[in-house]
């Protein structure tokens, strides 16, 4: 008669209670009912779904058609100046963009497009906004490089 050994059954039964284990914690984990973090699990599932409004990258051909009927605040943020947009409404120094929140609308759901020389700046900013609540934010990819080789006027106004 041959017995089997508790010892082949030993490593066999600590795999199976390891899967368990681990699969039980990755449910756990992503109903949001256990954290590793240290913080309840309504916290970690509020963290979880909270998510920064996204920024909407456009190309020179809409931001042109969106001017035909502005409805939207206007900012370069590029430094040093470098030419403009016309109906440019402001402009805003990237680097400072989290500073000068007051010279943003109130209205934290009004529509902003945003733009620099290359679009690296106006990204930064633009984040920078999002991250403060504004949720209509629109950047113009590969900036005012991109407007001109597309054929459209850059404003070169003495500073």
């Known amino acids: 008669m041959h017995l089997k050994s508790p010892r082949r059954e030993a490593p066999r039964r600590t795999l199976g209670?390891?899967?368990l284990l681990l699969t039980t914690a990755a449910l756990l984990l992503g109903a949001g009912w256990l954290t590793l973090s240290g913080c309840s699990g309504g916290e970690a599932a509020d963290t979880a779904t909270t998510q920064l409004p996204t920024v909407t990258d456009i190309g020179p051909d809409q931001?042109?058609?969106?001017?035909?009927?502005?409805?939207?605040?206007?900012?370069?943020t590029h430094?040093?100046?470098?030419?403009?947009?016309?109906?440019?409404?402001?402009?805003?120094?990237?680097?400072?963009?989290?500073?000068?929140?007051s010279e943003l609308p109130a209205d934290t759901s009004?529509?902003?497009?945003?733009?620099?020389?290359s679009d690296r700046m106006s990204t930064i900013a633009a984040k920078a906004w999002a991250q403060a609540g504004y949720t209509n934010l629109y950047n113009l990819s590969g900036g005012f490089l991109a407007w001109e080789a597309a054929g459209y006027e850059l404003l070169q106004k003495p500073q």
Do not use: H
Not at 82 to 97: C, N, R
């Open 63 to 76: 931001l042109a058609e969106m001017l035909k009927n502005k409805d939207f605040v206007l900012i370069n």
């Open 79 to 101: 430094v040093p100046y470098a030419g403009e947009i016309e109906q440019t409404d402001l402009f805003i120094d990237y680097e400072q963009a989290a500073a000068r929140l």
């Open 110 to 117: 009004a529509k902003i497009v945003v733009y620099c020389q």
């Open 17 to 19: 209670l390891t899967f």
